[in-house]
């Protein structure tokens, strides 16, 4: 009796102790409660939400949200608002798929925070720009603007068609042998040596020697973030002590942390040498030039304050940001091409109007030339945008329609949704490059269409990536004509936090 007397005082005790707390959880509930009965979502039981309809097979569980989305929002759009909602157990999530709901949360300068399931990479990326919240975040943007100018970036051009050269050298291999092979991993390398080189100043040489630590690291540091973002269970920290997780993450941020750092003090010491970090640098100086993001960074270090921690941070996040998207957008826009015959000839008579029978790699001019090319590399991001999962956390409540989403609710933008709805999209499901015909495109919303997120918090690399991408496509499309094996829909798209094919890239190559 003493026993069960002492065990309700303890419970009073925390509750009395906790009752601010507790007040916000239930007001926090009844106002999802609220939201949730005017937006539509699947059937979900108390504690476990939908849980117990969760597929637990990954290819399954993607076909199962896909259905979803077109139950609960395709089907009508304006009724639900342009959302639905889940309870993920007991978290309650609103998925926003069209650019009614999109345009609210991203183009807020208030809504800017990322939910809690980003924290994992703070421990790789620090305080990187793509994990910062409120006035810092808005603080850094404004610094790192610059360094991503269409005139900085235009110096890296010659770097794009370096390294392209060396994949071509590769693919020159597997060609007309009626090999079947998966270019994925080798676009994903050169990829990694373009942003060493662009971000750091560093050649990797990951695509003609594949085992260096640090590039290991990068790959296991992305693929353990994941299975901590999807396993909640790995959220409670004993639990991810002891699966062996915590250990290997901790020992492959450190590698690729202290590359970095090395890296760093390599370059520090060479543009001191140059004299480019006393004082004034001339914008003559800058221009002649070949400076690496990096070394912008540095020269702006001391007017700053910037740390030595915080710029490596910066350079991390490159590095995480500036790889695997891309890798995956090429990828999938060479694959597209590889089913499409007639496309990918119209990419041939492009590319043969701006070369003729030069050798040449691709200059500024060149790029600007290729309108088709990006056509078919847009449609591609719209079919398969590289990065599928845009999260916030909202930092007041939101109204949308007459549905007010609670402050504290995480929110999911889908820029898959948005790019399947049939009021924007003459033929959705279908890889069809005329969708950017440039009438089609000014008639359209632009938040139907967000690979590259939007609003103040969009991708900062945007505008490096269409470069690379370009430039990348036209020299492999100008050796080559490739054939792809598996043909859409199969080679279903898998959700990690960027979206990879679940068979690879396999194709034909063949001289032209
Ligand atoms: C096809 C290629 C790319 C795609 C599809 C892509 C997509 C995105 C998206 C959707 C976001 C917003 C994420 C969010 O709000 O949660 C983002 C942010 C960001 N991206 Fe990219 N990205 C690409 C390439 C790049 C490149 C090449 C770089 C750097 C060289 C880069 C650097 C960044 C950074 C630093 C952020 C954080 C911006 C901020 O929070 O202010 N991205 N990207």
């Not at 591609?380 to 599928?388: D, E, K």
Request: charged share 25%; aromatic share 12%.
């Amino acid at each position: 009796m003493a026993i069960l007397l002492a065990f309700l005082l303890c419970i009073i005790f925390i509750i009395l102790d906790n009752r601010r707390k507790i007040t916000d959880f239930i007001t926090y509930y009844s106002k999802a409660r609220k939201a949730f009965s005017k937006i539509p979502g699947p059937p979900s039981i108390p504690l476990f939400g939908s849980a117990h309809l969760f597929k637990w097979n990954v290819m399954k569980f993607s076909y199962q949200v896909e259905e979803w989305g077109r139950k609960y929002l395709l089907a009508d759009p304006e009724k639900s608002h342009g959302m639905w909602h889940l309870w993920a157990g007991p978290v309650p999530v609103i998925v926003c798929g069209t650019h009614e709901s999109i345009r609210v949360i991203l183009e807020s300068n208030s809504n800017i925070t990322k939910p809690h399931h980003y924290q994992i990479l703070e421990k790789w990326l620090g305080t990187g720009l793509v994990i910062r919240t409120n006035n810092d975040w808005h603080a850094r943007r404004k610094l790192l603007t610059p360094a991503f100018h269409f005139n900085i970036l235009r110096r890296y051009i010659p770097i794009f068609g370096e390294q392209t050269q060396i994949l071509l050298n590769i693919f020159d291999e597997h060609a007309d042998t009626n090999e079947i092979v998966d270019v994925f991993p080798l676009i994903k390398r050169c990829g990694l040596d373009i942003i060493a080189e662009t971000a750091m100043g560093t050649r990797l040489g990951s695509q003609t020697h594949h085992n260096s630590q640090y590039i290991d690291a990068v790959y296991r540091l992305s693929q353990i973030a994941w299975d901590h973002i999807r396993f909640p269970w790995l959220w409670l920290k004993p639990i991810w002590n002891i699966s062996g997780y915590a250990n290997e993450f901790n020992s492959k941020c450190e590698i690729a942390q202290n590359f970095t750092r090395k890296v760093i003090e390599q370059r520090r010491e060479a543009l001191e040498e140059e004299g480019l970090l006393d004082g004034e640098v001339t914008e003559e100086q800058v221009k002649t030039k070949k400076l690496a993001l990096l070394d912008l960074l540095l020269m702006m270090q001391k007017a700053n304050a910037l740390s030595d921690e915080e710029l490596r941070a910066e350079v991390d996040t490159f590095m995480f940001e500036g790889s695997d998207t891309n890798a995956s957008a090429i990828g999938f826009t060479l694959w597209f091409l590889g089913q499409h015959p007639e496309y990918q000839e119209k990419v041939h008579e492009e590319i043969d109007e701006i070369f003729g029978s030069d050798n040449r790699h691709p200059t500024e001019e060149d790029i600007c030339r290729m309108v088709y090319i990006e056509k078919c590399y847009k449609e591609a991001l719209r079919m398969t945008p590289p990065v599928p999962i845009i999260a916030r956390q909202l930092s007041h409540d939101t109204p949308i329609g007459d549905v007010v989403l609670p402050e504290g609710m995480t929110v999911i933008v889908s820029p898959v949704s948005a790019s399947r709805d049939a009021r924007y999209w003459e033929r959705p499901e279908e890889f069809y490059p005329n969708h950017f015909d440039s009438d089609k495109q000014a008639a359209r919303d632009s938040y139907s269409f967000i690979p590259f997120s939007g609003g103040p918090r969009n991708c900062i690399g945007q505008k490096f990536a269409v470069l690379e991408a370009k430039s990348m496509l036209a020299q492999i499309f100008r050796r080559f004509r490739i054939e792809s094996i598996d043909i859409w829909p199969a080679n279903r798209p898998l959700p990690e936090i960027i979206l990879k094919p679940s068979n690879g890239f396999k194709v034909q190559l063949y001289r032209r």
